[in-house]
């Protein structure tokens, strides 16, 4: 199977944007899947016939283009393929695969259980169900067995870690831990162990939902900094425009520039430090009296400082974080489960999916999910996504308030339409009014350290990452993560680590952390080489999550196909813990483990390499691994990852779909 001319297979090797996998692994498409076939048969002859069919579907599919470590001088190549050659004729009807499948099929989890047992019976109180005769689920037990779909495996990971299954016989994995009648068996011995415990923090109560949701959360010391950049200036009389607008495009023609001042009169107290940067007129002038036009402060009884007097940086708490590895923020695949990975294999630093302020304020669960910290995560943050000082300032306040974090994190990089066009994201870049309002409000209501993540610009050709960085440490910014790209370029180019070096410079004192191309320790090598103060690493942790260990240990790790299968294995559990055993969190845990695939499936093992390291950029060729695990781990198929997924959670619903999220990532 290993036999293919030499000739050709020099060819794909030295293919632009192609990795350079030895001769003798390197296969056509069709070898590849017909490999696959041929070795599937052995473990699931049930299945041939539909695996036949499959292929002959995705023989018609064309082969996934090589990646572009550059584009051509003429434009981003919009219009062609990646890696189609310069004399190629480009068929029309063949687009670039490149962002989101905003089309894609949307079944959520819960779609795949037409009978659901109700959560009052499963909690052993189903006599306290609130709606009674009007509730929708089932309440009677045997009829509910009846329908339920056959369990997956004879060992339930919830059963084995806490001595009980809190999902009691709608477990998928019920007969490890159910007795005669359905009862719910509960290891007393290993549930005391846990008793007290605290796994997971920064859960949304039910409490402070109904706060947010009836708009009864208190939000001082937003509200007194939002007044004062409401308040006149001296610019002949007029009044600064309200906060929280809806346009857009709308910003404050009179507010706050450095240079400028926040105006003479203001609600909030900060006491002065000596020998720091200069505050602005509203950050630093006393509480304003009636005669002045404030709103005086009413006191009764005892009178405290702790409402009106600002922590100083130097009270500060220090995120000393220089040198470490920063496992970024990433949306979708960087949920909790994937964090304990990488946090096993070495990863100092985590921080939390984008999260959106808008949906934090209105307490919905599924955004406050993404705020979840494990108790493994040493060093955790937040990150938050906005367009405007109002919300931004209160959502910091919501949080400086309600969850445990050790810094809280602006996304300023996100590139997705849907938050550039609202002026969140990239687009606070171009909104230096309303990005300074953001920061310096933030800042003020924070107790933890505020950092900020950017690109180098809007436009390929313009970078002002570098004229927006010393604002950012005037702002009270604590450090600051260059990604090395516009948001233009996106992913079509190489990160621009030149003009990283030179924003370090620009940045001293304050730290800067360098992202952008990072998939093996040489590499991680060269970026210190720049003089950043550490790395984030995105893409590369997707790929080989192992790729920590690599770089403390400095080498390249031939990891073995049952080593990644275990890892695989592993993230199953943490999922399954996560998001529950029942038929919801299995499909749940399935949707993101076929999501993280569709990065792992580019990973190329060491020992296939024909020299090192793998750069982040080329795309893996068609080739046969050493067994069948791993050439099976390198199918760019969707129906090969499904079939990955099963291995480890069992057959799929009959009426199952799955498409990634990212064009880049499906081939189909």
Same mark, same amino acid.
């Given at each position: 199977m290993h036999v293919i001319a030499a000739c050709g297979n020099k060819m794909a090797a030295a293919a632009a944007g192609v990795a350079p996998v030895q001769a003798r692994f390197v296969a056509s498409k069709e070898q590849f899947h017909a490999y696959l076939r041929a070795s599937g048969e052995h473990g699931d002859g049930e299945a041939e016939e539909e695996e036949e069919e499959e292929e002959e579907v995705g023989s018609e599919q064309s082969e996934p283009p090589a990646k572009r470590g550059r584009l051509s001088e003429h434009g981003l190549g919009a219009e062609s393929p990646e890696g189609a050659g310069e004399g190629e004729e480009v068929p029309v009807e063949r687009k670039r695969a490149r962002g989101q499948n905003k089309s894609r099929p949307c079944m959520k989890p819960n779609h795949y259980e037409k009978s659901r047992l109700c959560p009052s019976v499963t909690q052993g109180? *189903? =006599?306290?169900?609130?709606? +009674?005769? !009007?509730?929708?689920?089932?309440? =009677? $037990?045997?009829?509910?067995?009846?329908?339920? /779909? *056959? =369990?997956?495996?004879?060992?339930?990971?919830?059963?084995?870690?806490?001595?009980?299954?809190?999902?009691?016989?709608?477990?998928?994995?019920?007969k490890a831990h159910l007795g005669d009648g359905y009862q719910n068996i509960i290891n007393t011995d290993l549930t005391k162990q846990w008793e007290g415990k605290s796994l997971v923090?920064?859960? #949304?109560? &039910?409490?402070?939902?109904?706060? #947010?949701?009836?708009?009864?959360?208190?939000?001082?010391?937003?509200?007194?900094?939002?007044?004062?950049?409401?308040?006149?200036?001296?610019?002949?009389?007029?009044g600064g425009k309200a906060l929280g607008c809806s346009a857009e495009d709308q910003e404050v023609s009179n507010c706050t520039t450095p240079q400028e001042g926040l105006g003479d009169t203001s609600e909030c107290l900060v006491l002065p430090?000596?020998?720091?940067? /200069?505050? /602005?007129?509203?950050?630093?002038? /006393? $509480?304003? %009296?009636?005669?002045? +036009?404030?709103?005086?402060?009413? %006191?009764?009884?005892?009178?405290?400082?702790? =409402?009106? @007097?600002?922590l100083r940086p130097c009270e500060k708490k220090k995120l000393e974080i220089q040198g470490k590895l920063y496992l970024a923020p990433l949306t979708t695949c960087g949920?909790?489960?994937?964090? !304990?990975?990488?946090?096993?294999?070495?990863?100092?630093?985590?921080? +939390?999916?984008?999260? @959106?302020c808008t949906n934090l304020l209105q307490g919905q669960s599924s955004e406050w999910a993404l705020l979840k910290r494990h108790h493994t995560e040493d060093v955790f943050g937040v990150q938050l996504e906005g367009a405007f000082p109002d919300t931004m300032t209160k959502c910091a306040e919501l949080l400086n308030q309600t969850i445990d974090v050790d810094f809280v994190d602006i996304?300023?990089?996100?590139?997705?339409?849907? @938050?550039? &066009?609202k002026g969140g994201g990239c687009a606070l870049m171009t909104r230096t009014n309303k990005f300074e309002q953001i920061v310096r409000g933030m800042n003020l209501v924070l107790d933890v350290p505020l950092t900020v993540k950017i690109r180098t610009g809007v436009q390929e050709k313009i970078n002002v990452a570098h004229k927006i960085i010393p604002k950012l440490r005037e702002w009270g910014a604590s450090m600051v993560t260059l990604h090395g790209r516009s948001r233009e370029q996106r992913y079509t180019r190489v990160a621009d680590w030149d003009y990283i070096a030179e924003c370090a410079k620009i940045a001293s004192p304050m730290p800067l952390f360098g992202n952008g191309d $990072? #998939?093996?320790?040489?590499?991680?090598?060269? *970026?210190?080489?720049?003089?950043?103060?550490?790395?984030? $690493?995105?893409?590369? *942790?997707?790929?080989?999550?192992? #790729?920590?260990?690599?770089?403390?240990?400095?080498?390249?790790?031939?990891?073995?196909?049952?080593?990644?299968?275990?890892?695989?294995?592993?993230f199953s559990n943490y999922g399954l813990e996560h998001w529950g055993s029942d038929t919801q969190g299995v499909e749940k845990t399935r949707k993101f483990l076929l999501e993280w695939l569709s990065f792992l499936c580019r990973y190329i093992p060491v020992g296939l390499l024909e020299h090192l390291p793998q750069k982040i950029n080329e795309r893996p060729p068609y080739y046969i691994g050493r067994d069948y695990l791993e050439t099976l781990m390198a199918s760019q198929n969707v129906d090969d990852w499904i079939k990955i997924s099963e291995l480890l959670l069992g057959r799929v619903p009959t009426n199952f779909t799955f498409l990634p999220k990212h064009k880049a990532n499906s081939y189909r």
């Open positions: 109180c *189903a =006599d306290k169900c609130y709606f +009674g005769s !009007r509730c929708r689920f089932l309440h =009677d $037990i045997s009829e509910y067995m009846a329908t339920k /779909p *056959a =369990d997956l495996g004879h060992s339930c990971v919830l059963f084995e870690t806490f001595g009980k299954c809190i999902y009691g016989v709608t477990c998928r994995f019920a923090r920064n859960n #949304l109560s &039910k409490d402070l939902q109904q706060q #947010l949701r009836k708009k009864k959360f208190s939000f001082k010391k937003a509200d007194e900094y939002l007044r004062s950049l409401a308040k006149p200036h001296n610019n002949g009389g007029k430090e000596e020998g720091g940067d /200069p505050k /602005p007129a509203a950050l630093q002038s /006393p $509480i304003p %009296t009636e005669g002045e +036009g404030g709103c005086p402060i009413k %006191t009764a009884g005892l009178v405290t400082d702790e =409402d009106i @007097v600002k949920n909790l489960p994937f964090r !304990r990975i990488c946090k096993r294999f070495g990863a100092d630093v985590t921080c +939390g999916e984008m999260a @959106v996304n300023v990089g996100c590139p997705i339409d849907l @938050v550039y &066009k $990072i #998939l093996s320790f040489e590499d991680a090598n060269q *970026a210190m080489q720049m003089g950043v103060s550490g790395i984030m $690493i995105a893409r590369g *942790a997707l790929i080989k999550p192992w #790729l920590f260990t690599e770089i403390k240990e400095q080498r390249h790790w031939d990891i073995s196909s049952s080593e990644r299968f275990d890892i695989l294995k592993d």
